[in-house]
Every structure is written in C-alpha cells, then in structure tokens.
T-cell receptor, first 112, second 114 residues
C-alpha cells in the first residue's frame, strides 16, 4: 500500500519562476512530513519539514504547506535556480524519530 | 561536523555471496536507520536502532538480512546469499536525540548482484 504518493513524476520550470511539488498521503497517523532533495549517486539531502499541527513552514526559498483535511502537502521553491534540478521526495513519519515513509519522487528540471 | 559516512560506496558481487556494509552516523546521533532504494522508487525503510537496540525491522528485511549496532556507534548491514533482487542503493541515516524528526542521510552503498 502506497501511503505517500507523488503523482507528478517530473516537472520542468524556468529559472526564476516558482516550482510547486505536490504530495498526497493516506496515513492520518503521520505527525511529521519532510522534503528531501536527491542528486544522482548521492544520498537524500534534508530540505524542510513540517509538523502536523502547523499548516505552513518557511525556510529561505522553500515553503511547505500542509492541508490535513485533504491529506495533501506541497513544496514551493521560489525563485527556482538551475542547482535545484534534482529529484524531490516527500516523506511522512508517525512520530519524531520513527521510520520515514517516502513517496516515489518528482524529478525537477530548472531551465536557465 | 562530518556527515553520515558509508563504506563501501559501490559493491559488485556474485549471486550467493555474502556482503557487509558499514555506516558511521553523525557524532552523538543516537538513532540510526537503514533504507533501501531501487531505481525510480523512493527509499524504503529496513530497520532502525536507538543506541545499540534494534527497535523496528521491516517485513522487507528477510532472514538473509541482519543489522547490528554494537556499542551504539557504527552499524553494519549484512546480506547473506545475495540474490539479483537485492541490487539497490542501501542508505543509512541518523538523527539527534533532541531533533529526531530530522534524519540525515549518508551517500549510500550501491550494490549490484550479478
């Protein structure tokens, strides 16, 4: 059962514009959600997280929005930069320190 | 502050051989996690430790897989009698006691079973 889904396998955006990545989940027990970025042949790099008691968290160019009623979260990157080209994964956890359940990833290409 | 390190970075083995991977977490991180990632998929949880205690194992972790974390520092993941389906990237992550919601990943060990 896929508890976390990223329905868009890829996204192409122009440099300087906004990138919006979406993620849906089915497990209402998730307490935390995280976004990771992954370059080829490297491990995932933590970007930003959000607790289920919040609906927004912002860190520099990255903002994560959580809609609990819709079981949906999104990551906004603005402005997008060529170095943002990577695969992005969202993940959920039932409690801090517990295992992460990942989505399948969205490949982002930022065009100069 | 060095990150999570994994060794080796790449491993090619023949079917039926045993392999062992090592993970060194970030200093003072008390939790250590193992995940597996296959092409086109997100990482899948295998097991995790709090200090030296193994707290949870996934049903993905067959009896051919064993993980240890002696003394609560580095961890090893051993796969016995490897199969072609074991070919994947094996990722290790660690988290700090006071910030356990964030897991930091190592570069991974890519395993190819021929």
């Amino acid at each position: 059962d896929q508890q976390v889904k990223q329905n868009s396998p890829s996204l192409s955006v122009q440099e300087g514009r906004i990138s919006i990545l979406n993620c849906d989940y089915t497990n209402s027990m998730f307490d935390y959600f995280l976004w990771y970025k992954k370059y080829p042949a490297e491990g995932p790099t933590f970007l930003i997280s959000i607790s289920s008691i919040k609906d927004k968290n912002e860190d520099g160019r990255f903002t994560v929005f959580l809609n609990k009623s819709a079981k949906h979260l999104s990551l906004h990157i603005v402005p997008s930069q060529p170095g943002d080209s990577a695969v992005y994964f969202c993940a959920g956890a039932k409690a801090a320190g517990n295992k992460l359940t990942f989505g399948g990833g969205t490949r982002v290409l930022v065009k100069p | 502050d060095t990150g999570v390190s994994q060794d080796p970075r790449h491993k090619i083995t023949k079917r039926g051989q045993n392999v062992t991977f090592r993970c060194d977490p970030i200093s003072e991180h008390n939790r250590l996690y193992w995940y597996r990632q296959t092409l086109g998929q997100g990482p899948e949880f295998l097991t995790y430790f709090q200090n030296e205690a193994q707290l949870e194992k996934s049903r993905l972790l067959s009896d051919r897989f064993s993980a240890e974390r002696p003394k609560g520092s580095f961890s090893t993941l051993e796969i016995q009698r490897t199969e072609q389906g074991d070919s994947a990237m094996y990722l290790c992550a660690s988290s700090l006691r006071d910030r356990q919601e964030t897991q930091y990943f190592g570069p991974g060990t890519r395993l190819l079973v021929l």
